[in-house]
C-alpha cells in the first residue's frame, strides 16, 4: 500500500469480511494471508534522465524535420512563429503537462488513468485504438527509410542516373531544365517505379513488394527489441536514438549553410510576412502542428510518465521536453533550408516551389540534393540513419502507451506474458501494415494517414481528454494532485488554460477543420467514395468510443435519469494512487496496516503510521477486550468514541506473558460477522480485520449479541494518505 507517495515492496496482508447470518456472530474464520506481489511488480525508470529523453525521442519526429520547415516557409517565415508560439503556450504545453501528470499521479496507463473521471473512460479507450492505427501506418515511413539507407551503400545511387532497369525514356538527370512538363526525374522514377511500382490507384492494390516486406520486418524487430524488456531497458535505449539525431543534424547543418544558395534558403525561412497572419490558414495550421508533433492524445504520454518515481518534478521536465521540441524544429528548418536554397540555386527555380513537405521532403528533394553533393552516398546514408532515429523511437514509444494501457487493465493476465504479448502485437501490427507496402499501398497509406489518426478524430479525443479532468474531476483538485508530487503548486495560468483556453482552442481547431475538409486527393488521383468511405469508419471507430461508453455506462445504472446522470458526473470522493500491482488490486489498497513488531509504525515503514479508518476500528490491547480490560485510549482522542464503540465487535490482538508484546508475531487474517459488523457495513475496501499470534491463546469469541452503536467517523481526512485527502 502506497501512502504519502511512498510505494512498498513488501508483502502487503489482505483483509476481507466473510459474511455468514446477518445478524448473529458466527465462529471465527482464519483467511490464509494473500501476497499483493503474486503479480510482477510495476517497473519505473532505472536513471534520472530516462523519463526526459524518452519523452524528447517521443515527441520529436519526422514532423519536426519535414513539416514544421514547410510550415514555416508558406505561412509567412517568422511571422509563422507568432501563432505557432501562442498555440503552444495556450494549448501544446498545458495538455503535455496534464498528460505526464495524470500518468505520474496515478502510476497506471491510459486506460487506469480514468478512474479518475469513469464515464470519460471512453477517451482511453479511443486513444488505445488510435495509437493502434498510428503504429500500423507510421512504421512504414520508417521502412521506406530503411529501403533508402540500404540503397546508399554503394558507390553510386541508385536514383542519380537513368542506366537503371525501372527508369524510362522520359528520365532527366539534368535538374537546370526549366521546362520539364514530359519529363520525370530519375529521383521521381526511383520512388514511384523502383520501391513501390505504384499501380494507377486504390482499386488496384497489385502484389506485395518484398523488398519493402522485409524492411517493414525489420523495422517491427527493431520496434520489439527497443520495448521488450520493460521501461528499465527502454531507458537505455533512447540514450542513443534520442540524441543520434541531433548530431546527424549539426553535421547536415554545418555542410549545409557552406553550400552556395544556402543564405538565401536560410532568409526565405526566417524572414516574417506579417501580412500571411490575416489567413486563418496559417493560424489552423500553426494548431496542428503542435497537436500532431507533441504525440497529443494517443496516451503515450500517460504511460510515459506512468513509470516516474511519485515525487519526481514532471512540471519542470514537461517545460523542457516542450522547449527542445519547438527549439529543435526551428533548428530543422536552417538544416532544410540550407539544403533548399542549393537545390535553388541549382535548378534555377523560386525557393517556394523547390520546398516541399511530407514524403515529398524526405523521399524526394532530399535525395535530389544529395546528388548535387561530393561523397553523395556519404550524405544519403547520415541523412535516412537520422530519418530513421526520428521515427524508430517516437513508434516503440507509441507502442509502449498501447501496451502499458492494456496490461495495466489486465494485470493478471498480461503483466506476466509481457514479452509475449508484445510480440502478438507486432505481429497482428505487421500483417495488416502490409496493405501498406503492396504496389498501390501508397494510396492507402494516405488514406490511414489522413483519416485514422490525425486530424478532427484527435482533436475530438483531446478536447474530452482535457475537460474531462478540469471541469469534472476538479482543476482544483488536479492542482492538489500536482502539489503532493512536486511540492508546490504551479501558477495559476495552468488552471486558467486547463478550464478555458485549451478547450477552446483544440474545439475551434477541430470546428475548422471539419468546415475545412475535402474529399482525399493525391495529386490529380481522387479516392472512390468508397476509399472514403473506408477512412471515415477507420475515423470513427475512435471518436464513437467516447460518446459510446457514455451510453454503456448511463445503461448500466439503476434509477432514473437524473439519479444516473448524477452518478455518473460525480468525482469520485476519494481517488487513491493505484498500487504496483495495477488496477485490479485497487480494492486492496484499504487494508489496514496494523502496528506490530513485524510491521511497526516507524521511519522505515511510515504506511504503518497512518492509522486505519475510523469505521471500523482495529484495536489493539495488552489483553483480550473484555469488561474487565477495557480497550485503551487511542492516541486519537478524536477516535476514542469510535474505538469504544467497535470494541465490542470484534477481538483485539492479544498480548500475554506467554505471548507478550515484544515478541515476534505474524499477521493471520481473521474475519468475524458481528452486529457491529452489520451496523457499520463493512466492505472488502474497509474489512473489519483484527490481529491476533498463532503462538497466544485463542481470542475471547464473540458474546451473544447486544445492540451496539455503530461508530460515528471522527475526520474523514485524518486517517487518509496524502492522495486520497487532496482528492
Excluded at 503556450?89 to 501528470?101: D, H, K, R, S, Y
Excluded at 469520485?572 to 494512487?577: D, G
Excluded at 505474524?666 to 466492505?683: D, E, F, G, H, Q
Aim: with cysteine; net charge neutral; glycine share 8%.
Amino acid at each position: 500500500m502506497a501512502t504519502n507517495g511512498t510505494k512498498t515492496d513488501g508483502p502487503v496482508t489482505e483483509l476481507n469480511e466473510v459474511a455468514t447470518n446477518k445478524d448473529m456472530a458466527g465462529p471465527l474464520e482464519v483467511v490464509p494471508e494473500r501476497q499483493m506481489n503474486e503479480l510482477p511488480e510495476r517497473e519505473t525508470w532505472g536513471g534520472r534522465f530516462d523519463f526526459l529523453l524518452s519523452c524528447v525521442g517521443y515527441a520529436i519526429g519526422l514532423g519536426n524535420v519535414w513539416r514544421f520547415p514547410y510550415l514555416c516557409g508558406k505561412n509567412g517565415g517568422g511571422a509563422f512563429l507568432i501563432p505557432y508560439f501562442l498555440t503552444l503556450i495556450f494549448a501544446g504545453m498545458p495538455l503535455f503537462l496534464l498528460e505526464t501528470a495524470l500518468g505520474q499521479y496515478t502510476s497506471i496507463g491510459g486506460l487506469g488513468v480514468w478512474k479518475l473521471a469513469p464515464v470519460f473512460k471512453g477517451v482511453g479507450l479511443a486513444a488505445a485504438v488510435l495509437s493502434f492505427w498510428l503504429n500500423i501506418y507510421y512504421i512504414v515511413i520508417i521502412s521506406w527509410a530503411i529501403y533508402y539507407l540500404y540503397n546508399s551503400f554503394t558507390t553510386e545511387l541508385p536514383w542519380s542516373s537513368c542506366n537503371n532497369a525501372w527508369n524510362t525514356e522520359k528520365c532527366y538527370t539534368n535538374h537546370s531544365i526549366l521546362d520539364t512538363t514530359n519529363l520525370t526525374s530519375s529521383v521521381l522514377e526511383f520512388w514511384e517505379r523502383n520501391m513501390h511500382e505504384m499501380t494507377d490507384g486504390l482499386e488496384k492494390p497489385g502484389q506485395i513488394r518484398m523488398p519493402l516486406a522485409i524492411t517493414l520486418a525489420i523495422a517491427w524487430v527493431l520496434v520489439y527489441f527497443c520495448i521488450w524488456k520493460g521501461v528499465s531497458w527502454t531507458g537505455k535505449v533512447v540514450y542513443f536514438s534520442a540524441t543520434y539525431p541531433y548530431f546527424m543534424l549539426f553535421i547536415l547543418f554545418i555542410r549545409g549553410v557552406t553550400l552556395p544558395g544556402a543564405k538565401e534558403g536560410i532568409l526565405f525561412y526566417i524572414t516574417p510576412q506579417f501580412e500571411k497572419l490575416k489567413e486563418s490558414e496559417v493560424w489552423l495550421d500553426a494548431a496542428t502542428q503542435i497537436f500532431f508533433s507533441y504525440g497529443l492524445g494517443l496516451g503515450s504520454l500517460i504511460a510515459l510518465g506512468s513509470y516516474n518515481p511519485f515525487k519526481n518534478n514532471v512540471y519542470r521536465d514537461s517545460i523542457i521536453v516542450c522547449c527542445i521540441n519547438s527549439c529543435t524544429s526551428m533548428f530543422a528548418g536552417f538544416v532544410i533550408f540550407s539544403i533548399v536554397g542549393f537545390m535553388s540555386h541549382v535548378t534555377k527555380r523560386p525557393i517556394a516551389d523547390v520546398a516541399a513537405s511530407g514524403p515529398g521532403l524526405a523521399f524526394l528533394a532530399y535525395p535530389q540534393a544529395v546528388t548535387e553533393l561530393p561523397v553523395s552516398p556519404l550524405w544519403a546514408i547520415l541523412f535516412f540513419s537520422m530519418l530513421l532515429m526520428l521515427g524508430i523511437d517516437s513508434q516503440f514509444c507509441t507502442v509502449e502507451g498501447f501496451i502499458t494501457a492494456l496490461v495495466d487493465e489486465f494485470p493478471r493476465a498480461l503483466r506476466g506474458r509481457r514479452e509475449i504479448f508484445i510480440a502478438a502485437v507486432c505481429l497482428v501490427s505487421y500483417l495488416i501494415g502490409l496493405s501498406n507496402i503492396t504496389q498501390g499501398g501508397i494510396y492507402v497509406f494516405k488514406l490511414f494517414d489522413y483519416y485514422s489518426a490525425s486530424g478532427m478524430c484527435l482533436l475530438f479525443l483531446v478536447f474530452f481528454e482535457c475537460i474531462s479532468i478540469s471541469w469534472f474531476y476538479g482543476v482544483n483538485k488536479f492542482y492538489d494532485n500536482i502539489e503532493e508530487m512536486i511540492g508546490y503548486r504551479p501558477c495559476i495560468w495552468w488552471k486558467m488554460c486547463w478550464v478555458v483556453f485549451t478547450p477552446l482552442i483544440v474545439g475551434g481547431v477541430f470546428l475548422f477543420s471539419a468546415v475545412q475538409m475535402v474529399p482525399l486527393k493525391m495529386g490529380e488521383y481522387v479516392f472512390p467514395a468508397w476509399g472514403q468511405g473506408v477512412g471515415w469508419l477507420m475515423a470513427m471507430s475512435s471518436m464513437i468510443l467516447i460518446p459510446g461508453y457514455m451510453v454503456y455506462m448511463y445503461l448500466g445504472l439503476k434509477g432514473t435519469y437524473k439519479e444516473r446522470l448524477r452518478i455518473m458526473l460525480r468525482p469520485p470522493a476519494v481517488v487513491r494512487r493505484p498500487q504496483e500491482n495495477g488496477p485490479e488490486q485497487q480494492a486492496e489498497t484499504n487494508a489496514a496496516n496494523l502496528s506490530s513488531p513485524v510491521n511497526p509504525a516507524g521511519p522505515t515503514n511510515p504506511a504503518a503510521a497512518n492509522p486505519a479508518p475510523a469505521n471500523p476500528t482495529a484495536v489493539t490491547a495488552t489483553s483480550p477486550v473484555t469488561p474487565a480490560n477495557p480497550a485503551p485510549l487511542p492516541a486519537n482522542p478524536a477516535a476514542a468514541p469510535a474505538a469504544a464503540s467497535a470494541a465490542p465487535a470484534a477481538p483485539a490482538a492479544a498480548t500475554s506473558p506467554v505471548n507478550p508484546a515484544t515478541s515476534p508475531t505474524t499477521n493471520i487474517t481473521i474475519a468475524t460477522t458481528t452486529t457491529a459488523a452489520a451496523a457499520t457495513k463493512a466492505s472488502p475496501a474497509n474489512p473489519i480485520a483484527t490481529t491476533v499470534s498463532p503462538t497466544g491463546p485463542p481470542a475471547n469469541p464473540a458474546g451473544p449479541p447486544e445492540p451496539v452503536n455503530p461508530a460515528k467517523p471522527t475526520s474523514v481526512t485524518s486517517n487518509l494518505s496524502n492522495a486520497e485527502a487532496n482528492v
